[in-house]
Every structure is written in C-alpha cells, then in structure tokens.
C-alpha cells in the first residue's frame, strides 16, 4: 500500500487498487468559531484539486473542523461512498457505519470500530466518533483511529482484530477549554503504546500539526517512538510502502 500525507488529520490511502481519503480538510489557515474557537496555522500540502479520483472518504466524525472544513465538506459531495458515523449520517450524505459493522469495497471490508474523543463520560460534549480497520486477502491490515484518546478503546479493537500492520494514529494531544487539562486525542506516549498494543509494524502519525489546539507534534512523537523497537514511524510527506500481511 501507499499513504500520502496531505495535513491534519488528511491522508490518501492507496491499498487493493483503491484510493481512500481520511478527514478531508484542505481550507487555508483561519479561524473557526466553533464552540470556544479552533484556528488552522497551516494549509494542506497538496490542493483539493490535486487530489484526483477517490473511491471512499473514511470520515471519522462531521461536527468538528479540523476533521471535516469547509472544502472538505464540499469535496464529500463528489466522493461514491462516505462512511462515517450513524449521527454524523443524519446530518450530511454519508454512510452509517456502526462499530463492528463491515462494509465490503473490492478487495477489501472496511470495519467501523471505536473511538473516544476524550475521557470517558464526555461523548455527551465532544460528540460521537469512529475508527476504521481495513483488511483483505493478501493486503496489509490496517487501523485507521480517527479522533480516539483512549487506550482502553485500542485494547478493545485490538483483542477483536488482533495485530495490524499499518496503524494510522490521530496523535497530537489536541486540547479545547471544552475540557480542560484533558487530552481529546492520544499524546505521543499514548500513541507509542497504542503501536505496541497494536504489534503494529509501521505507523503513520496524523492530526498533530496545522491547528493551534494540537499541544504535541513531531518533536514529542520522534521522542515517545525512539525506544520502542520494531516499529517503524513513517515520516510525515512522504510516501509509505509495506507488503502484505
């Protein structure tokens, strides 16, 4: 399979002779005044328009920005399958897919599993959100986490799943006075435990850069993933190449 980083949360996957796209968000920098205001630093490394042909958007939740902007949104309008969740289907064109559902694209069934958007008991402010998990025959097993702060929940998709070879980990250690002094996506040693969990073989950080929320990046990853052996942390930009599983 192939990723290529776009910014954020954003990246295509190319895999079983499909092109997916996670969290569409291409908007220049600005300002969004949504709940007490999110502010993108940054925009996209590569246009919308120089996305080409996409086969699914893997939208992890609609109600936020720095997961779905404005040219996101009207990027959805021309992909053939967005699968998302079930609140997030009554609200924009989009499929509902439940955790633990599947849903078969060619070569490959995509399952929706969960994640949690902060600590527990706070889905009620931060609103509903999913995860991915992509397989098939003679493709790499991957897990795409969406905006999950828990390792509870990667335990969870782990002990359903069991290994993966590519995990896709929304890190940043993104904060909002919604919650304070608690992270709503994973921080970097967070995310190195999640690999661990995970077994997984390679890992692909997303979501920690390009918004003033985010209170980790690239520094605190290299740091957490330095002395966690047999992983291999790919490099935002550049493109990523494993075999099978």
Known sequence: MRIQYVGGPTAILEIGGLRLLTDPTFDPPGHYPVGSGLTKTDGPGVAVAEIGAIDAVLLSHDQHPDN?????????????????????????????????????????????????????????LVGEVTGFVLRGDGLPTVYVSGDNASLDVV?????????VDVAVLFAGAARTPLIPDADLTLGSRDAAEAARILGAKHVVPLHFEHWAHFSQGRATLAGAFADVDGVQVLAPGEWAVTGSS
Do not use: F, K, Y
């Not at 997030?88 to 949690?116: F, H, K, M, Y």
């Open 68 to 124: 779905l902007d404005t040219s996101g949104r009207e990027l959805l309008a021309s992909a053939p399958l967005v699968l998302s969740t079930p609140s997030a289907a009554t609200r924009i064109a989009a499929q509902a897919l439940p955790n633990w559902s599947e849903v078969e694209l060619g070569p490959l069934t995509i399952t929706g599993v969960p994640a949690q958007h902060g600590p527990d008991g706070t889905e009620h």
């Open 155 to 163: 335990r969870e998709i782990a002990g359903r799943i069991g290994e």
